[in-house]
C-alpha cells in the first residue's frame, strides 16, 4: 500500500512539473501523409502543392530520387542547418542505398531558406550551386513574401537538375530567373577596400628592388583570389571575369614582378602570363550528407 501511495505522490509531481515545465520532445514537424509537400508554414496554394505532389511522385517513381518541400513557421528555436538535417533524417528522405534525396525547406518568422542534399546529389548539386539556385530563382520571390511562387519556382530549377541527373523521362517544366541583384557578403566590399588600400601605400612606398615587387604583388593577388572564391559561390562566371581584370590591374600597377626593370611603376611585359589553377507515402530511408545552403530573405 505505502508503494503505490509513493508511485502516485512521483506521478503527480512529475505531471505537476511537466505543467510548470514543458518538454519539447521533437520540435521537428511529421511529414505529412502526401510527404512530398508539407506546407505546415500555410503558404502555399492549392495548386502549387498539387504541382510539388504529383511531380515528386512522378520522379520516385520511375528514379527512386525524391525532392521533398517543407515549410514551417518557426524553428523551435533551432538553427535551419541543424533543423534541415534533423528533418531530412527523420523523413528519410532520397533511397536508402543511392541517398538521392533533396529538402526545400523554408522558415517563415526567421525569414530563411535551406536546401538539403544526400550524399548521392551532392556531386550535381554542391553547396555553392545550391546558394546560386536560391538566389536566382527563389530568394527575390521570398524577399516579396511571394512564398508561394519562390517555392515553385526552385522546385521546377531542382526537379530539371535532379531529373535530368537520374534518367527522368517525363516532362519537365522549365523555372525562371528572378529579376534581383545577388547580394554579396559585406566583407566583399571590405576585402575590396584593403586592396585599395594595399594599392595606394605601396605605390606611395615605391620599389626599389625585385624582392619588394614581388612581395606587393603577392599581396594584391592573394586579397583578389580570395575575392574570386568568395564571389564564385553566387556566380562563377563573374568571379572568373573579377579575377581576370584583378590581376591585370595588379600587372598595370606593379609590372612584372619578374622583370628586371625596377623602380616606381611598372608596365605589362610580354613573355609571362599568369594562370589561376584550376495514397500513403514515405521516405526510402535517405539520410542527409549535411550538405546543402542557407539563405537569408
Do not use: W
Given at each position: ?30 511529414p505529412t501523409d502526401k510527404f512530398y509537400v508539407n ?47 534533423e528533418l531530412f533524417r527523420h523523413f528519410g528522405i ?108 605601396l605605390l606611395a612606398i615605391g620599389f626599389s628592388s ?88
Amino acid at each position: 500500500m505505502k508503494f503505490h501511495k509513493l508511485a502516485l505522490n512521483k506521478i503527480f509531481t512529475l505531471l505537476f512539473l511537466l505543467v510548470l515545465f514543458p518538454v519539447n520532445v521533437s520540435a521537428i514537424v511529421e511529414p505529412t501523409d502526401k510527404f512530398y509537400v508539407n506546407d505546415y508554414a500555410d503558404i502555399l496554394t492549392d495548386e502549387v502543392e498539387s504541382y510539388i505532389f504529383d511531380n515528386s511522385v512522378k520522379l520516385y517513381n520511375e528514379t527512386s530520387a525524391q525532392i521533398v518541400v517543407v515549410t514551417v513557421k518557426d524553428l523551435e528555436g533551432k538553427d535551419i542547418e541543424s533543423y534541415a538535417t534533423e528533418l531530412f533524417r527523420h523523413f528519410g528522405i532520397g533511397d536508402k542505398e543511392k541517398n538521392n534525396g533533396l529538402l526545400l525547406l523554408l522558415a517563415l518568422d526567421e525569414r530563411k531558406s535551406r536546401v538539403e542534399v544526400g550524399y548521392g546529389l551532392e556531386g550535381i548539386l554542391p553547396d555553392g550551386k545550391t546558394g546560386r539556385m536560391q538566389d536566382e530563382y527563389m530568394i527575390p520571390y521570398y524577399k516579396d513574401n511571394n512564398f508561394s511562387e519562390g517555392m515553385l519556382n526552385g522546385y521546377k530549377a531542382f526537379f530539371e537538375v535532379v531529373a535530368s541527373e537520374e534518367g527522368y523521362t517525363g516532362e519537365i517544366s522549365k523555372a525562371n530567373k528572378a529579376d534581383g541583384e545577388i547580394e554579396l557578403p559585406e566583407y566583399v566590399l571590405t576585402l575590396l577596400g584593403s586592396k585599395l588600400l594595399a594599392t595606394v601605400v605601396l605605390l606611395a612606398i615605391g620599389f626599389s628592388s625585385k624582392k619588394t615587387r614581388v612581395i606587393a604583388f603577392c599581396i594584391l593577388e592573394s586579397i583578389t583570389i580570395a575575392l574570386f572564391f568568395i564571389v564564385a559561390k553566387y556566380d562563377v562566371g563573374a568571379a572568373v571575369s573579377f579575377a581576370f581584370i584583378g590581376t591585370i590591374f595588379n600587372l598595370a600597377i606593379l609590372g612584372d614582378p619578374s622583370s628586371r626593370s625596377y623602380g616606381g611603376r611598372g608596365g605589362y611585359s610580354s613573355g609571362h602570363s599568369y594562370h589561376s589553377s584550376g495514397s500513403s507515402f514515405h521516405g526510402g530511408g535517405g539520410s542527409s550528407g549535411g550538405g546543402g545552403s542557407s539563405r537569408s530573405f
